[in-house]
């Protein structure tokens, strides 16, 4: 098992933050890796919503299953991920500070198959993988729109 873990300062409030990270149907806008993302229960996000998502990963591509396990907002929110490679948990946490939302991430990954054995590298390249991909969600969420 590789555990994963991070935060990052977002510079907008934390419903914003929470609402936009718990529809996994934004993560295309920034995530380069992010193919597709689609809800595919009915109802509005939250605890049970299910999302199937296609990212590229070492040049290929990976389908996921993504269940919100957890939903209490705009505090937290935890999910479970199935692919062929490997399952994880998270739990991500948001915390308003004074210069917007303070972001946790913390993933198990459980590895499978023969990449068991790559468990350590698992996750020191989830660790940069995570970074790059809410650094990124940062960066979208506190450019202002392009004027017309």
Partial sequence: MAR???EV???????????FVADQRNE???????????KVT??????GTVFRSVARSMGRTADMRIELTGYDRPARLASSTTMSQADMDGTLTFEPVPAGTRMHWTWEVR????FRLLAP????LGSR???AIWSGMKRYLETPPAMP
């Fill in 129 to 131: 993988q995570e970074r």
């Fill in 111 to 114: 590895p499978k198959g023969a």
């Fill in 42 to 47: 009915a109802g509005p996000v939250g605890k």
């Fill in 121 to 124: 590298l698992i996750g020191w």
């Fill in 4 to 6: 994963i873990d991070g």
């Fill in 28 to 38: 295309p806008q920034y995530n380069s890796r992010m193919i597709r993302a689609d």
């Fill in 9 to 19: 300062l977002i510079g907008q409030p934390v419903d914003v933050v929470f609402d």
